[in-house]
């Protein structure tokens, strides 16, 4: 047993693509409807109201959101050491003051003021001095000597001078020793530092509310384009759809026309030809001569109508127009059987110039009128009558008449319906529009005058002429 053939994997897809194609297209027609729809006030209306909900709820989760998570830092670390304050500034005196400072670091000095003026230098080693009562420590390594009997005025500004030099030797340490301790501090953070690696917290914000925003913008701009554009190509395909609907109405009603011709002609054939049979017949037997004249005549309209007739039976002999000598050649040798059997009762002349035979002329059209103006006009009349069949061109137009002297129109026993004139005035329409007419009028002393009017052309330009009308 044969194993069934593996089914196309590709196939699921490609009708899932389908049904997605269809929708979206139809999805579309359907929005591009709506907005053609609706005026412009209320489309400008809702376009305001998407931008205001967009611009309140864009900054909104689900639209945007935040992370935080560490990331490492490799941010240069700077550390600045503060430096050792500078020692308080001494006030300001309105008397001179004198500053002694050591020429080396950790030196004493020693002042001595005697008879013999001010004497500065370092301290004696192993030596004491006495100078009264009055030696006293200026402050660290620093030591004045005061003269015998100085008075209290100088020994007080002694005393406040060596004051102050002590409290600026103790802020002086005390700076020294903070940043010494603040040197310390930040070796040992760099020395931290360089360790271990540095991280630090971030927060990031995600969000797709300014695209949205600006995708709400596009979105109002290609819905303001669709809607301008797409009335105009709704128009014009309804407009296409009417014409085609009318020029298909038209094709029905001229097919059903055609049909109610046909079926004219049909009833028509069998009828004339049964009597024209029975003529020769009877003509054979009495008047041989005239028998075969009219069995040429026969033989004559039905080689030239038998074309019509099949061109009728396939639908397309009444889709255009041909020449009016062939319409002619038919109307000769059936007008011409009817005098053999009328004899002298039918009298009938055709008068068309030659020029017009190449004119183009719709089919069946003469023949139908002059059917009806033997059969419901000269046949019911007792001493019968004359037909005359003329061409002429009249303001531009080519005209043909078909007149009679008989009983006139509807005046006869064997009137007719007028569904013949009423088909031929349906058919005028259909190819000529208002360019073409047809007319009935009575005819002097009696009879009817029947004339049909279409557009004089030559029949090399029917066909160009059938299509454009």
């Not at 931290?192 to 995600?206: A, F, I, K, N, Q």
């Not at 007008?335 to 004119?359: H, N, Q």
């Not at 080519?398 to 129109?409: C, I």
């Amino acid at each position: 047993m044969n194993a069934p053939a593996n089914p196309d994997p590709g196939a699921p897809w490609q009708k899932r693509w389908q049904r997605l194609r269809d929708g979206s297209v139809r999805g579309f027609h359907a929005y591009a409807r709506w907005l053609v729809a609706i005026s412009w006030r209320r489309f400008i209306v809702l376009s305001l109201l998407l931008v205001i909900v967009m611009a309140i709820v864009h900054d909104m989760p689900p639209f945007t959101w935040t992370v935080t998570h560490e990331v490492a830092d490799n941010r240069p670390v700077v550390i600045r050491v503060p430096e050792a304050p500078k020692p308080p500034a001494a006030p300001q005196r309105a008397e001179p003051r004198v500053q002694v400072t050591p020429s080396e670091p950790g030196v004493g000095v020693e002042i001595n003021i005697g008879r013999d003026g001010v004497r500065i230098g370092p301290p004696a080693q192993g030596t004491e001095r006495a100078a009264s009562a009055a030696e006293q420590p200026a402050g660290r390594d620093l030591r004045i000597t005061l003269p015998p009997g100085a008075s209290d005025a100088v020994r007080e500004a002694i005393e406040d001078a060596r004051r102050e030099a002590q409290e600026a030797a103790r802020e002086a340490e005390a700076a020294q020793r903070e940043a010494a301790a603040a040197r310390q501090e930040a070796e040992a953070l760099v020395r931290e530092l360089g360790g271990e690696p540095r991280t630090r917290t971030r927060t990031v914000r995600y969000g797709i509310g300014d695209a949205l925003m600006q995708l709400t913008l596009l979105w109002i701009a290609a819905s303001a384009i669709l809607k301008f554009t797409y009335k105009g190509t709704q128009q014009a395909q309804k407009q296409a759809a009417r014409a085609t609907e009318t020029a298909e109405a038209e094709s029905l009603k001229r097919q059903v026309v055609e049909a109610r011709m046909a079926a004219m002609q049909a009833q028509v054939e069998p009828h004339f030809l049964f009597n024209t049979l029975a003529s020769i017949d009877h003509l054979i037997e009495t008047d041989p001569a005239r028998a075969s004249q009219m069995q040429k005549n026969l033989i004559a309209l039905l080689r030239a109508s038998m074309p019509t007739m099949r061109e009728a039976a396939g639908g397309g002999g009444g889709n255009g127009v041909r020449e009016l000598g062939r319409e002619i050649a038919v109307i000769r040798p059936y007008l011409e059987i009817l005098k053999v059997r009328m004899e002298e009762r039918l009298t009938t002349e055709v008068a068309v110039p030659e020029g017009l035979l190449s004119a183009e002329f719709p089919p069946m059209m003469l023949q139908t009128l002059v059917e009806n103006a033997i059969k419901h006009g000269l046949e019911p009349k007792a001493e019968g009558g004359h037909l005359r069949v003329a061409g002429e061109i009249v303001h531009g137009k080519l005209q043909m008449t078909v007149a009679d002297t008989g009983l006139g129109f509807g005046k006869a026993a064997t009137a007719g319906t007028g569904v013949g004139l009423a088909n031929i005035r349906e058919r005028l329409q259909l190819l000529y529009g208002s360019r073409a007419t047809l007319t009935v009028a009575e005819n002097q002393p009696s009879g009817t005058v029947v004339t049909i009017t279409v557009p004089y052309r030559m029949a090399e330009d029917a066909s160009a002429a059938g299509a454009t009308a």
